[in-house]
């Protein structure tokens, strides 16, 4: 069996959604499990309903019917006018109003998990009535009857023992499955958790491991992994073959085309992951798995930008030491930040780090107390992986570089763009 999962770019419109059946047309697996997220930008428009909800209730009505037109538009170019989709779509919208008048909860994290799902619950019902509409044969699973979590809301941690009791009691072997990507529920009350933004591709692997897949196949706007982020460099090359670990840490350092949970239950029971482009299925892609570390062998860059490199020092002369380090950690963590660099010397301390959550300002108010503080905001933060000087060198071009650190496969540079 194999599991398929298709991201929001894959299925941002009509013509996207016609080619997923293209797809699994195509490649003929009738043994799948397949995950989808939230059609195109969903996730980020939901966002701002729960934005407008506990913040700017004038804009709510306009912010739910932004998310409403988007779906009602691509189903009315799928489907005949009195398909039953539409019923559907709006009974999860009657679902979601109804969540809206009746919460009394103000935590922002919990509101937050139970009405972002509806994007990934919009998306799975379009899609599998368009595929049963089109003699595909699939069924529909509510990932939150098999995904259990804990109970930390926009980030939750799966339970894997009940999650893979609960998926292996489905009996999904031997037919082809649809359901959605980055939802899961916690046991106790059932209520929505959701897995952390991008978390799609981590459903798959989830779903792989318990099932102990043959594959999992990521389809993408790209044709694979490349060496840079098509973004942001010029003519990056397709990575053929990537280790388990080497995929592992340019996950971690932000090559954001693969979910950094995701390779880690994979390699536990080596299951390969296939990176490959939904424009073009026959091509072969990336195939991260066992074997050699990068083929072809070049270097790898990878940028995070939007960073806050923050720098400590005592107020009393005194050297940073653990007791420092331990309370500034503290409140990274209280704060939720996601640390990506950290670097210290006698007397000062740095860490570049994603305000993720938007809580600078109170972790700056508390640091303040006790430290001297420094800090940068939108500094960009780049990690080469097997890189050469020249690289570097040119990499730095009008660039004003603030902090430097150098292992033996990984240089890490935080830098002002010009
Ligand atoms: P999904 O549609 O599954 O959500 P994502 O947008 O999360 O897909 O991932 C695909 C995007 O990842 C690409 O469009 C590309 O801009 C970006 N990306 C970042 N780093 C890389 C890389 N090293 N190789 C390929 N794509 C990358
Ligand atoms: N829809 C979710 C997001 O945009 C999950 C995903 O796409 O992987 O973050
Ligand atoms: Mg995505």
């Not at 398929?4 to 003929?28: C, H, M, P, R, W």
């Not at 954001?256 to 091509?283: C, D, G, M, W």
Request: aromatic share 10%; with cysteine.
């Amino acid at each position: 069996m194999k599991v398929y999962k298709f991201g929001g770019a894959s299925i941002k419109d009509v013509e996207a959604v016609k080619n997923v059946l293209t797809v699994l047309k195509q490649t003929q697996d009738t043994r799948l499990l397949i995950v989808i997220s939230a059609m195109g930008k969903t996730t980020n428009a939901l966002e701002k309903v729960v934005d407008a909800y506990l913040n700017n209730p004038s804009l709510l009505e306009s912010s739910i019917f932004e998310v409403q037109n988007y779906h009602a538009n691509i189903a009315s170019q799928l489907f005949q006018k009195n398909h039953s989709i539409f019923t559907k779509i709006s009974a999860l919208f009657a679902e979601l109003n109804t969540f809206l008048k009746t919460n009394k909860s103000t935590n922002k994290n919990f509101v937050y998990d139970q009405i972002v799902p509806y994007g990934e619950l919009l998306s799975t019902t379009l899609i599998y009535y368009f595929l049963k509409e089109n003699n595909f044969p699939v069924k529909f699973l509510d990932a939150r009857e098999c995904l259990v979590t804990n109970s930390q809301y926009r980030e939750a941690e799966i339970n894997w023992e009940q999650t893979c009791h609960a998926i292996k009691s489905k009996n999904l072997q031997n037919s082809i499955t649809l359901t959605q990507g980055f939802i899961a529920a916690e046991p106790e009350h059932h209520f929505n958790t959701t897995l952390g933004r991008e978390g799609s591709d981590y459903t798959a692997a989830i779903f792989a491991y318990c099932l102990n897949a043959q594959s999992v196949t990521i389809w993408k706007d790209v044709p694979g992994v490349l060496n840079a982020d098509p973004r942001h460099f010029k003519n990056p090359i397709l990575l053929h073959h990537i280790s388990y670990k080497e995929a592992i840490e340019l996950a971690f350092y932000g090559a954001s085309v693969i979910h950094p949970k995701t390779l880690q239950p994979l390699q536990r029971k080596e299951i390969p992951l296939y990176v490959k482009s939904f424009q073009n299925p026959q091509a072969k892609g990336t195939c991260v798995g066992k074997g050699i570390t990068l083929q072809p062998e070049v270097s790898c860059f990878i940028l995070k930008k939007n960073q806050v490199l923050i720098s400590v020092s005592s107020l009393d002369f005194s050297f940073i030491t653990e007791h420092h380090i331990s309370y500034i950690f503290d409140l990274l963590h209280r704060y939720k930040m996601k640390v990506n660099l950290i670097q210290n010397s006698a007397i000062s301390f740095s860490v570049c780090i994603d305000n993720k959550f938007n809580h600078l300002p109170e972790l700056l108010q508390k640091l303040t107390e006790q430290f001297k503080v420094r800090w940068n905001e939108g500094v960009t933060l780049y990690t080469v992986r097997h890189s050469t000087p020249l690289e570097i060198k040119s990499l730095l071009k009008n660039k004003e570089m603030l902090l430097k650190q150098e292992s033996r496969e990984t240089i890490q540079v935080v830098v002002k763009e010009a």
